[in-house]
């Protein structure tokens, strides 16, 4: 698994386009709006990807995992935070 971490407007969402582009790979977003900015932000950019699914869309399976390849999670911090009313402080990662 791939991390991009960077601060806030430093271009991981432009990151995560290129990589789908590449793989086919699924991009998920925290809201169907931010699905549709980000697919309008690949084809102004001339980039091909699969239309983005939200977070709701994917932690409740409205997808066919047959048509997926794989997933990239943009802002995955807020996908953890979705699942909770409780604030997240911490997450870890094996680093494999």
Request: glycine share 4%.
């Amino acid at each position: 698994m791939k991390i991009i971490y960077k601060p806030r407007q430093s271009g991981k969402t432009l990151e995560a386009i290129k990589i789908s582009a590449e793989t086919g790979s699924r991009i998920v977003c925290h809201s169907k709006e931010e699905c549709n900015r980000v697919f309008c932000m690949a084809q102004e950019m001339g980039i091909n990807i699969p239309f983005p699914i939200s977070f709701d869309e994917f932690l409740n399976r409205r997808y066919s995992s047959r048509n997926i390849k794989g997933f990239i999670i943009d802002n995955a911090d807020m996908l953890l935070q979705y699942l909770t009313p409780v604030r997240v402080e911490c997450v870890t990662f094996n680093k494999d």
